[in-house]
C-alpha cells in the first residue's frame, strides 16, 4: 500500500452529450448519446489514484442529493476514503454540462454548487485528512483561498503539492512558492505565463521556466497526444505518449495527475512516476466518461510496456 494521498477538490456529475462536431455560437446540432457520469478534476484524480490502488483520502463538498450519492459512491467503489466529503444542504452538487466531438476533444461548462462551499475554514474539520500525506493533490475547481490553505496544510505535514491549474486563472506567486509539481496543459500554461506561447516543446519549456521564476519547483507541461514535459528542480525529460485511438479526451489529465501521485506516494522517481501516468492518460482517452476510463494498474502497466 503507498503512503497517503490527500485530494482537495471537486466533485461533479457530468451531464455528457456526444455530437459529431461542437454547435458554432447560435447554431444547433443534433447529438447522438447522453450520459450521466461521476467526475469533477479532484473526484476524478482521487478516483484515478485510488483505481491503481493508492490510499486516498477525498476532501471536498457535495449537495445533500442524488448527484452527491452517485459521486460519492464512484469514489467509494474505486477505493477512496470520502469520510471527509460533506453533503451540505440547500446547494446541489457540482455539474459540468460536457459536448465531446467526433475527434474525441471536448468543451465543458462547469457549474460549481457545493463546490464553492468548500472554503479555507471548512479545512479545520478535516484536518485529520492531511496526517502523514505523501502527495497533496489540488485543482482549481474549488475557491483559489482554499487552495492556498490547502497547500500550506499539506507542506506543513511534509507532503508533496501537486497543482493542476484548472480551469486556469491567475496564481499569486505566494501559492506557486508551496507547490512541487505544476501540471498545465499547454492552454492552462499559455494563460498562466503571461504573453507566451506553448504551442511546441520549446515555446513550452520557455513558459515552464518563467512558472518556475515565479516559484514553482518543477513545472509538468501535459500536451495531449504528444506526452508530457518536466522543467525544474528535478530536471527535464519527455514523456512521450504512446500512439492509441482517441474516442475522449475527458479526464485524461486527471487520470495523468492521479497516475504521477499515486507513483509518487509508492516511492516511484519523478521520471518513473511520470511515465506512468503518461501511460494512464493514453489509457484513458480510449474509454468514453470521466471515471469510467480510469485505468487500473494492470491496465496502466501493460499500457507502459507496450501493450494494449
Ligand atoms: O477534467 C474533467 C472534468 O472537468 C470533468 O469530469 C468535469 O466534471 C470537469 O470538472
Request: charged share 20%; glycine share 12%; with cysteine.
Amino acid at each position: 500500500m503507498s503512503a497517503p494521498i490527500v485530494v482537495v477538490g471537486s466533485l461533479n456529475v457530468d451531464l455528457v452529450v456526444r455530437a459529431e462536431r461542437f454547435p458554432a455560437p447560435g447554431a444547433t446540432v443534433t447529438g447522438e448519446g447522453f450520459a450521466v457520469v461521476p467526475g469533477g478534476k479532484g473526484a476524478n484524480q482521487a478516483c484515478a489514484a485510488a483505481r491503481l490502488g493508492g490510499d486516498v483520502r477525498m476532501v471536498g463538498c457535495v449537495g445533500a442529493d442524488a448527484h452527491g450519492t452517485l459521486v460519492r459512491r464512484s469514489l467509494a467503489e474505486a477505493g477512496a476514503d470520502v469520510a471527509h466529503v460533506r453533503a451540505v444542504r440547500g446547494t446541489p452538487t457540482g455539474v459540468a454540462l460536457i459536448t465531446v466531438d467526433g475527434a474525441g476533444e471536448n468543451t465543458i461548462v462547469v457549474v460549481p454548487g457545493a463546490n464553492a462551499r468548500l472554503t479555507p475554514d471548512a479545512l479545520d474539520e478535516v484536518a485529520a485528512a492531511f496526517d502523514r500525506a505523501a502527495v497533496v493533490l489540488l485543482q482549481l475547481e474549488v475557491p483559489l483561498p482554499t487552495v492556498q490553505e490547502a497547500a500550506r496544510r499539506a507542506r506543513a505535514a511534509g507532503a508533496r503539492v501537486v497543482l493542476d491549474p484548472a480551469p486556469a486563472r491567475p496564481l499569486p506567486d505566494a501559492l506557486l512558492a508551496l507547490v512541487d509539481y505544476l501540471t498545465p496543459n499547454q492552454t492552462e500554461l499559455a494563460a498562466l505565463a503571461a504573453g507566451a506561447g506553448a504551442r511546441d516543446a520549446g515555446e513550452a519549456t520557455a513558459a515552464a521556466r518563467e512558472l518556475l521564476g515565479r516559484g514553482a519547483r518543477n513545472v509538468v507541461v501535459k500536451r495531449g497526444e504528444e506526452g508530457a514535459l518536466l522543467v525544474g528542480a528535478d530536471g527535464a525529460c519527455a514523456w512521450p505518449a504512446p500512439r492509441v485511438r482517441a474516442v475522449d479526451a475527458t479526464a485524461a489529465g486527471d487520470a495523468w495527475n492521479g497516475a504521477f501521485a499515486f507513483a509518487l506516494a509508492r516511492g516511484d522517481s519523478t521520471d518513473a512516476a511520470g511515465r506512468l501516468a503518461t501511460a494512464a492518460a493514453s489509457v484513458s482517452v480510449t474509454r468514453a466518461g470521466a471515471q469510467p476510463s480510469l485505468p487500473t494498474l494492470a491496465e496502466a502497466e501493460a499500457r507502459l510496456k507496450g501493450g494494449s
